[in-house]
């Protein structure tokens, strides 16, 4: 895989922002007056009325770090032995994020990863970034190599009529005044990842082959770990646990057991990626390695995206019981394909993508999320807490799954620098009281809507809602209703 960053560069957090990003401006003096008076008023009613919400300051980029929260630094910070250590679980997207965020911070952790190295599973598929095209600036990465960007997102029929455009291509041959407000960034999975572990330099920095097993309490208020190592048990400690280990996450069935099992979202993806190469012949402009188009007959729908500047990501969907799923993804890749080309006899250069892809680029599997977790299941769990899928599991159908992963790595980094500055208050008050609470609160409210946004995706994009003539994504207009 090709470099994906310029990796030499160290950071450290900006003194002037206190690595937020955003700096706080004074609440203007009308703003002040209006809520010491409504606070005035409901002091009269002994409180029996409803007291006002604090206004928030309204917050701007802060100007020194251009809104990272970071500025280079000759060497990464020496970890700070106030700070808790900071056991990670999972070296996924959100978990390596999160070792980054904290490395930046000074503050210790370990980051413990199942499998035995990066390539060990194929991890092959493709990752849109939205609200986290502008969040990895927090985690030192301001330019991807491997990042493609697209201009033009495009619905077709089967038949390959368009019933709906937006982007940038768009927006600059039309009068539409509504441009959009930032560019989505296309990368694989695995280049991503590749990224943010180049932000730790030390090739040591991961624990590879280490799965958890399980943790409990200690008296001292720590938490003793139990790993398999090769077969071996390991015990290790920490201050802190965050289970970043995904859907399947093993540190959220420890804390809360069976409450909320995996719920099957009624559909089956099949995915594969195809070299722009072994399409050399079929002349398209869908082909261009800038443009996304999607494709749907009410049931059937399949997504296209770049996945390098050389080669295409599809993603085929369509209702399935979950039996017939399972059983379609265990008969192997080739299987999967054919059921793919059965399904898409469609418009050029469809069938010529999947014909052309190879049954090794192919995986496909039945989609699950949870019910959503509520905060009181987490609270008498002590330093404990969860993120990404382990948290908020979604369907892929709205590409949001690692980009609040990468949100909730970087705010729960940022809330442990403030929360833990004083090693005495978090000593006494234990973290839960001094990071996990608001961190939590924050975190789940926010991935919340995006978690039914992405359950309600998987049943319209398989019905012929998806084919209203409109130049705008697919669902938007559900959520205006
Ligand atoms: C096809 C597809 C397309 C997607 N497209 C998008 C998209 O466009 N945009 C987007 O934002 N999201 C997308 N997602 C979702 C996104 O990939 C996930 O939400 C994201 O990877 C979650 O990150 P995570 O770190 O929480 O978990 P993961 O990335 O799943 O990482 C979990 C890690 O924990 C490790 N682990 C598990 N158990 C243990 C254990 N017991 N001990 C130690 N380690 C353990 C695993 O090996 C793994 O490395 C897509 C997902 C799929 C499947």
Known sequence: MKEAVHKDNNWTI??????RGKKSRRLNKKVRLDYQNALEQFEKTNGEGIA??????????CLKCS?????PAENAPAPNPDYPHVAIIGGGIGGV???VACLHRGIPFTLYERDNHFEARSQGYGLTLQQASKAIEGFGIFSLNEGVVSTRHLVHTPEGKVVGEW??????HSDERTAPKRSNIHIARQSLRLALLEQLGDNNAVKWG?????FKQSEDKTIDLRFEVNGEIKNTKADLVVGADGIRSVVRTLLIGEKTPLRYLGCIVILGICPLSALEDVESELLDSATVFQTANGNERIYMMPFTSDSIMWQLSFPMSE?????LSSLGTQALKEEALKRTQWHSPIPQIIQ??????????????RELLQQELLENNGPITLIGDAAHPMSPFKGQGANQALLDALTLARGIYKGCKSKDFWKENGLRKSVLTEFESEMLERSAVKVKDSAAAADFLHSEIVLFEADHPRGSCLKNK
């Open 167 to 172: 982007g940038v291509r768009k927006w600059i």
């Open 210 to 214: 280490h799965q958890l097993l399980d």
């Open 67 to 71: 809104g990272s929260g970071l500025i």
């Open 323 to 327: 039996e017939e799923a399972k059983t």
């Open 97 to 99: 994020a999160l070792a």
């Open 14 to 19: 900006c003194e002037e922002c206190q690595g």
């Open 356 to 369: 052309a892809t190879n049954t090794e680029q192919i995986s496909g599997y039945p989609v699950y999320d």
């Open 52 to 61: 006002p919400l604090k206004p928030k300051a309204p917050l701007y980029n």
